[in-house]
């Protein structure tokens, strides 16, 4: 069974914490990625990583970064957390694109920052 | 851009109801379309895909066909039950990434 995992369904956080969000897949996915969901404004993209040590911004950048160290983990940095930042992130996996298969999701992590 | 439609709602609809879902979408190229479906505190799973004109998806009971004429990629199913209750998202894949829908709440009463 194709697995993405993300390191914890809840969290909670300080403002001004740094926060990592960990995402491990073990089905050897080149493309990774990291939405964050909000009540009706649906997924919108973080950044995405292509392969090792690649990592291309998304639509909402601002606050975050990433890490691709190695293959299968794919982490999500926030600087300093701030209470705009409370959301539910999703991380996904997905093989290249001309193989015409779906993006994997993980459970989720619900960050609160308060 | 590449960009996905789909009636928001919420829909509300009483056990053994048919169900649609409509989704429109504008692509360059051909990508493959999916219908997403997330339970509360949940993930996304994938419900079903398409990946050419006139194929149709299905999964338990639900079904959605690639309808490039009219670019749509409805989603039905003809008796839905109370467990269907989720949030619903229709998407395509453009290049190396995937576009998503608004997402549609679902509620089946008993």
């Known amino acids: 069974d194709v697995k993405v995992t993300q390191s914890s369904r809840y969290l909670v956080k300080r403002t001004g914490e740094k926060v990592f969000l960990e995402c491990v897949q073990d089905?050897?996915?080149?493309?990774m990625f990291w939405y964050r969901q909000d009540p009706g404004l649906g997924l919108r993209l973080i950044y995405f990583s292509y392969d090792v040590k690649m990592k291309e911004k998304g639509d909402i950048p601002e606050g975050y970064s990433v890490s691709r160290e190695k293959k299968e983990r794919f982490s999500l940095i926030l600087e300093s957390a701030s209470t705009n930042q409370t959301s539910m992130y999703l991380c996904?996996?997905?093989?290249?694109?001309?193989?015409?298969?779906?993006?994997?999701f993980g459970q989720g992590t619900r960050l609160t920052v308060v | 851009g590449d960009s996905v439609t789909q009636m928001e709602g919420p829909v509300t609809l009483s056990e053994e109801a048919f169900l649609t879902i409509n989704c429109t979408y504008t692509a360059t190229g051909y990508p493959s379309l999916f219908w997403y479906v997330q339970y509360p505190g949940e993930g996304l799973q994938l419900l079903l895909k398409?990946?050419?004109?006139?194929d149709k998806g299905s999964n338990k009971g639900f079904e959605a066909t690639y309808r490039k004429e009219t670019t749509s990629f409805h989603l039905e199913k003809g008796s839905v039950q109370v467990s269907d209750s989720a949030v619903y998202f229709c998407a395509l894949n453009y290049g190396q990434n995937f576009v998503f829908g608004p997402g549609t709440r679902l509620s089946v009463l008993p």
């Open positions: 089905m050897d996915h080149e493309n």
């Open positions: 398409a990946t050419k004109a006139d």
């Open positions: 996904a996996s997905s093989p290249p694109q001309d193989l015409n298969t779906e993006a994997f």
